[in-house]
């Protein structure tokens, strides 16, 4: 046995972790090794001194405390005025305040118009909240044009610990690959970068698009935490037109 | 009656039941409290972060994953925002301020208090990462698999980070001149 094993057997037993043949095991090794019977005493006085540290009482008010900042985080619906009463309000205000409500509404409708009906776009983000060991699915399909579309797929966990999937799926006609650039993508465990259509190489830090005409794309992302959070973007670059920005937190 | 067990009052918590979270509330503060103290060392600070543990795990209460202990879950945040709170506290102020030992001077200045104040000194000169191991183990009583699942790290990891900050805070200790149970008991 090593240095090294036998101060790993002498904290295990402080602990308790050590089973009858490490027990017998260990026993032998301290009634030959003086330094070693010291160690295993001063590791044992030590666990028994720090367990023996007193609990001290919280202040007497805390539970207070927390009850009322729980209470004031929980949303309490506020009353809503009917359109009526909206309407009425807005008349009564001063007439420069009025038309500035009327011409902003405009405006922002105005633009909504553009967004949405006019001149639609793939919706840019898609988020969600994981909960710890779950497992959560996003996908989407929005329509890209594949001829030379390049993107970098940008994966910025905030803790260790993620399993994720990503999943890119085009028309057959198209070739598709799904990388991740491992300095910037701290994954522990990828499972899977996986498409239809064409090979899927991984560690190259972009996401390749090679096809004919404009497909339409399916992003599936998976993600299975065992920590709180990561967030996850799938960027475009280079000024290709494939043009996906995944967000998930 | 039978106690209901945590499981049940989270439940009862996402059902809409805020009495159920009270009851949570009731029942952790204690021992939040305690781990926050020890590894913040100041007590107001302590009674913050263990605030802001119980509002967290409130409002995250709908991620919780019921495979796992209601505890682990809670300790985690704990942990997390006590070394929030440490990084803080570092960058605006330093770490001085009313701390454990000024918090217990009115206390009888008896061995006990004194030798205390000593091992807390002394876990504050570990690093966080070996004073939570330290603080979950020794303090919190919690095995290798739970330290394991509230730092989120493997078993093996915990084991050794266990064992060296042991060594350490050992050393430290010695030069602190801190004395140790076995005396303290025959004494």
């Known amino acids: 046995m090593t240095g090294e094993q036998l101060r790993e057997l002498i904290h295990r037993d402080v602990d308790g972790d050590l089973s009858p043949s490490e027990r017998r095991e260990l026993a032998g090794a301290l009634r030959r090794n003086a330094s070693a019977r010291k160690l295993h005493a001063e590791i044992k006085a030590l666990g028994t001194t720090l367990s023996s540290v007193r609990q001290v009482e919280p202040p007497a008010n805390l539970g207070n405390r927390i009850r009322a900042e729980v209470r004031s985080r929980i949303s309490t619906p506020t009353p809503r005025r009917t359109w009526v009463e909206s309407f009425r309000a807005l008349l009564e205000t001063p007439s420069v305040l009025r038309y500035g409500t009327v011409f902003t509404g405009g405006l922002v409708t105005g633009a909504l118009l553009f967004m949405f009906v006019i001149h639609p776009q793939p919706s840019a983000n898609l988020s969600g ?12 399909t929005f329509p890209v044009d594949v001829n030379g579309a390049k993107g970098t797929l940008t994966a910025i966990p905030t803790e260790t610990g993620k399993e994720l999937t990503f999943r890119l799926t085009c028309g057959t006609s198209t070739t598709t690959k799904i990388t991740y650039d491992p300095s910037r993508v701290k994954l522990e465990n990828v499972r899977e970068v996986q498409s ?14 090679t096809g004919t005409g404009p497909q339409r794309c399916t992003l599936a992302f998976t993600a299975a935490y065992r920590d709180s959070r990561v967030t996850v973007q799938i960027a475009s670059a280079e000024g290709g037109k494939f043009n996906k920005d995944i967000q998930v937190r | 009656m039978t106690e209901q067990s945590d499981e049940d009052l989270v439940r009862q918590c996402r059902a809409g039941e805020i009495k159920s979270f009270d009851l949570l509330v009731e029942r952790h503060q204690r021992i939040i409290f305690n781990l926050a103290l020890r590894m913040m060392r100041n007590s107001d600070d302590a009674a913050d972060v263990s605030q802001s543990v119980f509002v967290k795990a409130y409002e995250n209460l709908e991620r919780f994953d019921p495979q796992f202990k209601f505890f682990s879950w809670l300790y985690r945040i704990a942990v997390n925002e006590s070394l929030n709170a440490l990084e803080q506290k570092k960058r605006f102020e330093g770490l001085e301020g009313n701390d454990l030992a000024a918090d217990t001077a009115d206390e009888k200045d008896d061995d006990t208090v004194r030798e205390e104040r000593r091992i807390q000194d002394g876990l504050m000169m570990l690093s966080v990462d070996q004073r939570a191991v330290i603080v979950l183990k020794h303090m919190q009583g919690l095995s290798y698999r739970e330290i394991a699942q509230v730092l989120d790290l493997p078993e093996k990891t915990i084991k050794s980070r266990l064992f060296s900050a042991r060594q350490t805070f050992k050393d430290i200790l010695k030069k602190k001149g801190v004395r140790r149970n076995d005396r303290r008991t025959a004494s």
């Not at chain 1, 909240?129 to 989407?140: F, M, N, Q, R, W």
């Not at chain 1, 239809?196 to 698009?209: D, H, I, Q, S």
């Open chain 1, 129 to 140: 909240d994981v909960a710890t060991g779950t497992l959560l699915t996003h996908s989407e």
């Open chain 1, 196 to 209: 239809a259509g064409g090979p899927v190489v991984v560690n190259e830090g972009v996401v390749e698009m």
